[in-house]
């Protein structure tokens, strides 16, 4: 008594108070459980994006016609020209030379001026020529040219302007050779839309005549461009600023258009890339692609067009074109021109007469300069970079490509949309050719940009393998001296181009890339490991010369080690990897059925995995394996469809009247559990808030009554065989509870007989693993399985028997619809209704009212006439899924089985590689928002941290100061179901209440209630256990049931619909129906005794769990002879610790920082175990003090923290670890059900059966006796179901088996 006495002064002292708010670990360094993206994501590739960047018409222009009407020496009529006037045609003066001569060097002359920008076309001269000739050369062209492109180019300055019709002039006589003439007023022709011109100026306008410009100006600037631009800026008034520069000197620039190292190319090469941008940044995204990256004569051609809009607009000429474009010669990038003419021609006399170096020009390190200030200040919505075209022209200078590049990497990490823009700008082509580059500093950048385009736009593996790009790749991946993420982003582009495409597996399988992935599947960077391991998968899928390598190199044995990774993906993508390796389709040996009996056996192991990523790939793979081997699992199909027949489990069905329709299971999502209507899937957003108001009106007290009937579709016998069993119809023969007695009907003791077996019953062990997948408690892996165990049996019973399935009762009728996963469209759920013969767990007498929700109204339950036939199912109004294959279609697949031949694999997908890509096409190098100080994200969690720290600090203050009575009621309200578990939230003023199967959470505070929905557990389980996870930041709450089930949820409790972040099977060996029978004197003992505490817990302790924030480790015991260590982070089974009892355990408690665990013991035992040690000597001491039953065993968290142990008979008992005698003893009443422990305040509060709550201090003494409700005319409290304290305030929460929920607090004048 003095201990104690000494122990609750030295909690009352300031200084331990000051102490535990120093020693209290930070709430920014706890861990957060089940906050990854596999978490809050959805398990799926992103949406693609239409990439239109491709050219689909690439073209080329093959014929020119240069068609000039001179007429040298002679003015046309209707032109007045001055004196002097513009004279040069093509830079040469006709009146130097004989008027023929002259016009056939100007002739030649354009040829050649054309020939720069496209050498290859076939060129036509026709020099004041006759109608016949132009219609014959254009003819003979256009014929020639087939579907290319033929350019027609016409110089009038001989000849009359054209006329109001817009026909041009030729010799002769006048016709009309060209009716399209972009001056005409003629509608165009439908067939003249793929025509693009190009015209010098408007109808009304005159070409300039200055004698300083040559006469056909636009034909200069559109195929002399840079000549002419020189020419004007030296006649502009600004060239003053540049002394000694004149047109004489500009003729002698040295270098040469196509030498970007010489003053001449570089100037060339500045204004390729200036009008590049001008155009990119101003044109609509289709005419850019159309005009300027389809035709290579065509893009020059209007790149130059830009140029003779901004010239001859100074000369009030405007330069038209069709398509037309939007006005250029105002846009800033000229100004960036002029600046760099102005600083090459400034270097012009003293580079020729005293022969000085030519300097570079700052342009392009200037305008990345430009560009790397858009990427680091900008924010996320903005117009796109302008600069872009001017990078893909760096990429071609050795002087400034890698800089380039590093920017071009990070402005494409911003996102899918910048790598769509960098794609329609034309990078591809670019980045393609430097894959045969050597230089080893580029690898890094380019492996990161390919990982990037790759990760939006896969169909480049073509291309790549096409120019040999997945060599480049392969050396990268082999190359040990380059970081790992590095060859992490190698492998994942290997990994997209062999996907589903063999010419890239024949590749990459020739350039040793198995070999390669193998000797990295131990590499310590995780991302590595998944993605060679899904690399690996994608090479031998559907590619047996690959699997078959894959098998000399011992491939699927090197891969065993990744299912037992510390990284849910990693195991993923092993088992993934593992999957396709069995399901090749090509011919069988004995061999490789020996290496998928080797490998199914390997995966079956992953059954329990904690992650149900994992555990939907499990899914898949084996599905493969049943696809392989379709026949043999045929057979253990129907063999275990014979043995589910003939044998009945023992259960409340057996008293059911056969009248009632089975409701066979509520959506592919949940279980059955109360009506056919009564519940959906959580996640059904339309329905979610429906539910909870229609559990309100569900009638919860047990009683029997009527099932209330939807209409589905009762299908007659005769077509069975397609609506019912056709997989297609997401129909089902084999309906949840089917399975589940399967399940348990077939002998299956325990997993772990599972691996090793001899390899004749491997199908059926397969067979049994799918069975326990598909009464996984995650929806989305229970209803992978049951598609192919759906499967499987409906080919079996079509293969096997037609007969049967014509005749028997059992298989004939389709049970009533049920809501599916898809929102509250209906679909139908075949199953066995409970003929005579079968008896279906799921029929109990505990069958609630139907909900008021918009239904059509029920029908009496429908009882089957003789022989077992079902009402014709047009008799009953059908509600069909919305977009469901009518039953026609459904019967041509079900005539022929072989329909089905490939439904599995067609079928089943779980996106988790599309998932995996995601990563890489999301910015890598941003920094996350949780870490961005400013952002939304951070601060909540700032909020919710300092409102964390007040309410530690403000009911600190009130514990200190000692509580002498506990009995102000401060809530109460009847809740939906009879409470069996109750668990404040640490922080805020919510409180979650669970009965058998469901939630109720309650605002303490208001009093009003705020969310209510069902947890999933199969009808024959109940909740025995909650937790809050993360409580101090995003709160999830996890359920505990006694099958061993844990599910996690979140959404609760706000206006958003609850939703299953993730669930496992916590304890495999639990399973619940053993209760029914009798078993071990122990076990019926133990049972004796929970039916005494409570009679609603029908025996057994269920499942008891204990959470560690600071270490992110579960702690889970019950029914079983160990208790279970989970690492949530990895999501793996980390400890098995055997108790060393024949009786659950009943109650656990741990301290992270001493590692010790405490479990109070059905038989009165109380064991420490320290978790560092080896199985077998863990357990560091057992107290064998109490005679009965334990109902809580606390473990105090300080250092030197006592264990505090009470039982069933009320003696309170107190050890110090280290010693094995308890040091204090207090008794209480007996015929205790439950007991919690503040653990701030030293109070204890034990509920009894006989209907009232004791709260005693830490000596022992009772503060309060609390016996009545207030108000409520002081009715009497009931029977004790389940208490808890606040792990702060000093709340007591109490729920009774009257469905009341109550809470007391300290008097008001303490809060």
Known sequence: MVLMKMDADLLHSPAVGFA??????????????????????????????????????????????????????????????????????????????????????????????????????????????????????????????????????????????PTVNGEIWVFNKVAAINPSHPLAQMPLPPSMKNCIQLAACEASELLPMNPDLPADLFTSCLTTPIKIALRWFCMQKSAKLVPGVTLDLIEKIPGRLNDRRTPLGELNWIFTAITDTIAWNVLPRDLFQKLFRQDLLVASLFRNFLLAERIMRSYNCTPVSSPRLPPTYMHAMWQAWDLAVDICL???????????????SPFFAEQLTAFQVWLTMGVENRNPPEQLPIVLQVLLSQVHRLRALDLLGRFLDLGPWAVSLALSVGIFPYVLKLLQSSARELRPLLVFIWAKILAVDSSCQADLVKDNGHKYFLSVLADSYMP????????????????????????????????????????????????????????????????????????????????????????????????TFVGNSAERTDHSTTIDHNVAMMLAQLINDGSPVVRKELVVALSHLVVQYESNFCTVALQFIEEEKNYTVPSPANTSEPGNLTPVRDSP?????????????????????????????????????????????????????????????????????????????????????????????????????????AADPFPEVSDL????????????????????????????????ASPTS???????AGGSPPMPSTSSSSLTNEVPKPPARDQPSTRPPYTPTLGGQAPHSHQFPRTRKMFDKGPEQAAEDGDEPCGHRNYISAALQTGLCDWSAKYFAQPVTKIPEEHDLQSQVRMERQWRFLRNARVKRQSRSITQRGVSRLDDQIFINRNPGVPSVVKFHPFNTCIAVADKDSICFWDWEKGERLDYFYNGNPRYTRITAMEYLNGHDCSLLLTATDDGALRVWKNFADQKNPEMVTAWQGLSDMLPTTRGQPSTSAHSLARRVSIYLDRSKQGGAGMVVDWEQETGLLMTSGDVRVIRIWDTDREMKVQDIPTGADSCVTSLSCDSQRSLIVAGLGDGSVRVFDRRMGPNECRIMTYREHGAWVVKAHLQKETDGHIISVSVNGDVRFFEPRMSDSVNVLQTVKGLTALDIHPQANLFACGSMNQFIAVYNANGDVISNIKYYDGFMGQRIGAISCLAFHPHWPHLAVGSNDYYMSIYSAEKRLR
Not at 822 to 828: A, D, F, L, M, S
């Open 20 to 161: 535990e708010e120093e020693a209290d670990m930070n709430d920014w360094e706890l861990p957060l459980a089940f906050m990854k993206k596999r978490h809050s994501e959805k398990i799926e590739g992103s949406k693609a994006l239409a990439q239109s960047w491709r050219m689909k018409d690439r073209m080329k222009t093959v014929s020119v016609a240069l068609v000039l009407c001179l007429n040298v020496g002679v003015d046309p009529p209707d032109v007045v020209k001055t004196s002097p006037c513009a004279r040069l045609e093509c830079w040469i003066d006709p009146l130097s030379m004989s008027p023929q001569k002259a016009l056939e060097t100007i002739g030649a002359n354009l040829q050649k001026q054309y020939e720069n920008w496209q050498p290859r076309a076939r060129y036509k001269q026709s020099l004041d020529p006759t109608v016949d000739e132009v219609k014959k050369l254009c003819t003979s062209l256009r014929r020639n040219a087939k579907e290319e492109r033929v350019l027609f180019h016409y110089n009038g300055h001989g000849v009359p302007r």
């Open 346 to 360: 400034s270097q012009l006399p003293t580079i020729i007469e005293e022969g000085t170096a030519f300097r570079q």
């Open 484 to 579: 790992a993420e590095h060859r992490t982003m190698a492998v994942f582009i290997l990994a997209v181009i062999v996907n589903s495409y063999s010419t890239g597996q024949e590749a990459c399988l020739q350039g040793n890339l198995i070999a390669n992935c193998l000797e990295q599947l131990s590499d310590p960077h995780p991302l590595l490991r998944q993605w060679v391991a899904i690399c690996l998968g994608r090479i031998w899928q559907n590619f047996d010369p690959a699997r078959w390598c894959g098998v000399r190199d011992s491939a699927h044995e090197k891969l065993y080690i990744l299912l037992s990774d510390p990284i849910p993906e990693v195991r993923c993508a092993a088992v993934f990897a593992l999957g």
């Open 669 to 773: 999502a949940i279980p059955r559990l109360r009506s056919v209507n009564s519940y959906t899937n959580i996640r059904a957003v339309t329905t979610a808030r429906n539910l909870n108001k229609s559990l309100q009106n569900l009638n919860l007290s047990e009683e029997g009554g009527p099932v209330a009937f939807s209409p589905g579709n009762l299908s007659t016998s005769s077509s069975a065989s397609s609506t019912l069993g056709s997989p297609d119809n997401d129909e089902y023969i084999l309906s949840f509870e089917t399975i589940d007695k399967m399940r348990r009907v077939s002998s299956y003791s325990s997993l772990n007989s599972l691996i090793g077996v001899s390899f004749n019953s491997v199908y059926t062990q397969i067979w049994r693993v799918l069975l326990h997948l």
């Open 785 to 816: 399985a049951m598609k192919v165990l759906n499967c499987i049996a409906y080919k079996a019973m079509m293969n096997a028997r037609p007969q049967r399935i014509l005749d028997s009762g059992s298989l004939t009728q389709s049970a009533p």
């Open 822 to 828: 898809k929102g509250t469209h209906i679909h139908q």
